[in-house]
């Protein structure tokens, strides 16, 4: 049974710093694509960083240069370090995977599994 556990949000101030982890089970998780995605209320789920199968990764504009994705395949873990928070990054995020490598990694539809989400607040 596939499985996304996600973790490490938390309360901060603008400027700082936390790491989302998304542990998965279940599967061959290298054969994958994984993303994180973030909705905050009243908004559209969306596409923040996201990595295939292959390694290629990708970002939203948003985030470019203070989010990074990284994964640790030995532990079958998802990371998303974010630096220099914005209160606009205030959201619940979700990590997400689907099989093979993925072409579109920023867009919602069509991946197979959700974590639970971990909300991240921001505050100015």
């Known amino acids: 049974q596939v499985q996304l556990v996600d973790a490490g949000g938390g309360s901060v101030q603008a400027g700082g710093s936390l790491r989302l982890s998304c542990a998965a089970s279940?599967?061959?998780?290298?054969?994958?694509?994984m993303a994180w995605f973030r909705q905050a209320p009243g908004k559209e789920r969306e596409g923040v960083a996201g990595?295939?199968?292959?390694?290629?990764?990708s970002y939203a504009d948003s985030v470019k240069g203070r989010f990074t994705i990284s994964q640790d395949n030995a532990k079958n873990t998802l990371y998303l370090q974010m630096n220099s928070l914005k209160p606009e990054d205030t959201a619940m995020y979700y990590c997400?995977?689907?099989?093979?490598?993925?072409?579109?990694?920023?867009?919602?539809?069509?991946?197979?599994?959700w974590g639970q989400g971990t909300q991240v607040t921001v505050s100015s």
């Open positions: 997400a995977a689907d099989r093979g490598r993925r072409l579109r990694l920023l867009v919602p539809h069509g991946y197979n599994y």
């Open positions: 279940g599967y061959t998780y290298s054969s994958y694509s």
């Open positions: 990595i295939d199968s292959g390694g290629r990764t």
